[in-house]
């Protein structure tokens, strides 16, 4: 396993990146500047990490978290539940600067949407959220 990672080892050009990490918290050895740029982490993730033709997402305590998009994709609807287990989380960034989006449908059993879930996207002109749209201008 990684015992170190330097200073800004994900800076500023990694601007899609999202990091998924086995260890349940950031390692001692870790520079606390590691990820200068605060690009998405989600700690624990082991073998749950999926990809659907829309979205990307984790198994976290048996509740689904979506942490990313598929490059490209222009409409999406997140079910209530994939595999049985609710989708109750959108991630951090989970979408930002996904310019291709047009619509979101987000389910009934959402209960989190994480900061800059959605952030420039710039083509993004309704969303979804409890059967209310949601028109952007």
Do not use: M
């Not at 959402?110 to 002109?125: G, K, V, W």
């Amino acid at each position: 396993s990684v015992k170190s990672i330097g200073h800004f080892a994900f800076d500023h050009y990694c601007t899609s990146l999202t990091i998924y990490c086995e260890n349940e918290s950031q390692p001692d050895g870790w520079e606390t500047d590691w990820n200068s740029s605060d690009r998405p982490v989600y700690w624990g993730t082991n073998e749950n990490f999926v990809y659907n033709n829309q979205f990307q997402y984790i198994v976290q305590n048996g509740e689904v978290v979506v942490t990313g998009y598929v490059n490209g994709v222009t409409d999406i609807d997140i079910p209530d539940t994939i595999d049985g287990k609710p989708v109750t989380t959108i991630g951090y960034k989970a979408f930002c600067e996904c310019d291709s989006l047009k619509s979101v449908i987000l389910p009934n059993s959402l209960e989190i949407i994480n900061e800059s879930a959605f952030d420039n996207c710039s083509s993004l002109s309704y969303i979804i959220i409890n059967y209310i749209f949601l028109y952007l201008y």
